[in-house]
């Protein structure tokens, strides 16, 4: 079973930066999509971001294109999700989550599974 742990979250002021972390292990991960979600306060959990674990071009929501950047170590096995110009709005839980579906389904959180506990994102001043 693939096991997802995610850290990095913090409370930071609007522009400022966070790196969120998502530590995989178990057999198989390397096989897998990586993809990070969020879910502010009584919203559905939406999609942030994903790549596959083997490489290739990452796919991302319209809403942080531009400021965000997700990335991987294989030999530490984690995710990476470097969040930059953050903004009150980018206030959420963030997950990540493992998929083996194809590119155009990445943004369905239906297809994800393993996912970690989340770690708390708040942007305010």
């Known amino acids: 079973q693939v096991q997802l742990v995610e850290s990095g979250g913090g409370l930071v002021q609007p522009g400022a930066s966070l790196r969120l972390s998502c530590a995989a292990s178990g057999p198989g991960f390397s096989s897998y999509t990586l993809g990070w979600f969020r879910q502010a306060p009584e919203k559905e959990r939406e999609f942030v971001a994903a790549?596959?674990?083997?490489?290739?071009?990452?796919l991302y929501a319209d809403s942080v294109k531009g400021r965000f950047t997700i990335s991987r170590d294989i030999a530490k096995n984690t995710l990476f999700l470097q969040m930059n110009s953050l903004k009150p709005e980018d206030t959420a839980v963030y997950y990540c989550?493992?998929?083996?579906?194809?590119?155009?389904?990445?943004?369905?959180?239906?297809?994800?599974?393993?996912w970690g506990q989340g770690t708390q994102v708040i942007v305010s001043s």
């Open positions: 989550g493992t998929t083996r579906v194809v590119r155009s389904s990445w943004h369905d959180v239906g297809y994800y599974g393993n």
């Open positions: 790549q596959r674990w083997s490489g290739g071009y990452p």
